[in-house]
T-cell receptor, first 113, second 113 residues
Framework: SQQGEEDPQALSIQEGENATMNCSYK?????LQWYRQNSGRGLVHLILIRSNEREKHSGRLRVTLDTSKKSSSLLITASRAADTASYFC?????????????FGKGTTLSVSS | NAGVTQTPKFRVLKTGQSMTLLCAQD?????MYWYRQDPGMGLRLIHYSVGEGTTAKGEVPDGYNVSRLKKQNFLLGLESAAPSQTSVYFC????????????FGEGSRLTVL
């Protein structure tokens, strides 16, 4: 089963507004990652936040992590039309066969100008 | 530096036919992954490999086989294609997914009639 679940499934905003996406996960983690996917393209890594971090920034991106609630949020400030994409959270699942990243179903963000 | 390259990019198969998707990476990564992406389902892990000569099952391995004979290549095979395998397939690689990012290919769109 998928580890992370994003919320909302879809989000529509105007340019200049902030966009917030949430991710909930089920088991304990070492880190949580966020990825972006433009239509018809592969995923691109945005940011990684470790379990001992509560907040991390990268340009217009702000990620928070609450391990007690098993949740993370991605905030995109001052959104642009070019931010239109799907956003996925991912967590690492480790087992005897090694480590794999498990992705959520994603949030589709539409930014209109 | 090509990164992660998938071939073919598009393929149409008839039910029962077989085919192989090739993923090649030039970053000397140990870890390689095959995901499938279906509308509303996000990315689901099919198989993965933690090094040359190793493979492991992911979330949805049935109907697929994989091989990692060379470190830079990860092959995904469909022995007898079914319409349910119509999907977009993504390959990814990483040095260590537990602490680092995945690099994705651009995807292979497969249609099974």
């Amino acid at each position: 089963s998928q580890q992370g679940e994003e919320d909302p499934q879809a989000l529509s905003i105007q340019e200049g507004e902030n966009a917030t996406m949430n991710c909930s996960y089920k088991t304990s983690i070492n880190n949580l990652q966020w990825y972006r996917q433009n239509s018809g393209r592969g995923l691109v890594h945005l940011i990684l936040i470790r379990s001992n971090e509560r907040e991390k920034h990268s340009g217009r991106l702000r990620v928070t992590l609450d391990t007690s609630k098993k949740s993370s949020s991605l905030l995109i400030t001052a959104s642009r039309a070019a931010d239109t994409a799907s956003y996925f959270c991912a967590t690492a699942r480790s087992g005897q066969a090694g480590t794999a990243l498990i992705f959520g179903k994603g949030t589709t963000l539409s930014v209109s100008s | 530096n090509a990164g992660v390259t998938q071939t073919p990019k598009f393929r149409v198969l008839k039910t029962g036919q077989s085919m192989t998707l090739l993923c090649a990476q030039d970053m000397n990564h140990e870890y390689m992954y095959w995901y499938r992406q279906d509308p509303g389902m996000g990315l689901r892990l099919i198989h993965y490999s933690v090094g040359e000569g190793t493979t492991a099952k992911g979330e949805v391995p049935d109907g697929y086989n994989v091989s990692r004979l060379k470190k830079q290549n990860f092959l995904l095979g469909l022995e007898s294609a079914a319409p349910s395998q119509t999907s977009v397939y993504f390959c990814a690689s990483s040095t260590n997914p537990g602490s680092g990012e995945l690099f994705f290919g651009e995807g292979s769109r497969l249609t099974v009639l």
